[in-house]
């Protein structure tokens, strides 16, 4: 089983999204068996809360199933617990960094890193565009997907 986590900042627009969509598409692609998929937050301030109306709101209108969330925090155990951990931007990954024991640290990378295009993923909570956000964590969750099915033939 292929573990995933993905992060972002509260863990209420980018990761819970990012989430529903590997969710999603794994499914799509029949292969929902193989994986283990979650979200988690790298600061405390909305542990607890659904993801953003933002989020259900995007998700909804592209046809992609919100996967049942409450925000919680990534914790130091997520590092042994996870076989990725993924952020969505590089203060999401300097997070993460600070969180996970350093035998960890080999598995935290950025969502658009399996892109052709690495990048960051721009927080819709301060610039609005959920459109922008879903755009660019759909292309990474592709790739994503592409890149450990070819890892690991399945």
Known sequence: MISILFVCHGNICRSPMAESVFTNLVKEAGVSEHFSISSAAAHSDEIG??????????????????????????TDEDGANYDYLIGMDEHNVRD??????????????KLLDFTARPRAIADPWYTGDFEGTFRDVFEGCNALLAFLREKYGI
């Open 96 to 109: 993460m960094r600070r969180i996970v024991k350093v035998e960890h640290l080999n598995k935290v990378s």
């Open 49 to 74: 809360n659904p993801p953003h109306r933002g989020t259900q709101r995007i998700l909804s209108e592209k046809g992609v199933p919100l996967v049942p969330h409450r925000a919680r925090l990534m």
